[in-house]
């Protein structure tokens, strides 16, 4: 794997607003214990129209729901316990290395590719995965779920606003401004 060249660069100002995504995005927010999270996902979700971003939502999705499209993972819960997501389980496995605080090319043409493929996939990213949701929402192809530690799962549906909302959130990172959405979008025709 080459190193990661980690192009754009999450401004701290930003932050706070990241960490309240309901207040960015339309979302459902699904809060309670695991059990009644999974359950409720499977009444909200289709998994092959869904990717999940995180090692505990990806794991509750396949233990309730079933195998999501895409799956990215980065083998921690709340960056320091391990967590494992079974490999086995997807037709296809890649990796990718993002810093955190960051997007890495290399992890958003990974997340393009295997989109593309219509196959379960999961994608174990070296560093952080937690900004890829970002990405994922920008280019429409899918609804994104994501883990809200100590809270639950949120769940940001396929649609314009959302699209819209995610590329003005990513406008605003550092380097933007040298970096093209083309990728990101043309996935939706």
Known sequence: MKPASAELHLPQELRRYLASPWTLFATELVEGPRAY???TLALLIDPFRTAIVGDVVCST??????????????????RFREA???TSLFEEVS??????????????DRILELLKLQVPSLLIVRGEEDLLALPLVATGAVDVAFGIPSRGVCIVRRDLSN?????????????FERWSLGRCTEILG
Not at 95 to 108: V, Y
Not at 163 to 175: D, E, K, Q, T, Y
């Open 163 to 175: 699209v819209v909302a995610a590329v003005n959130v990513l406008s605003r990172f550092r380097g």
């Open 61 to 78: 999705v396949i233990d309730y729901v079933g195998l999501p499209r895409l799956c990215i993972a980065d083998s921690r819960t709340m």
């Open 84 to 86: 494992r997501v079974d």
């Open 37 to 39: 999270v999974g359950q």
């Open 95 to 108: 990796e990718c290395r993002n810093e955190p605080g960051s997007l890495s090319r290399e992890c958003i």
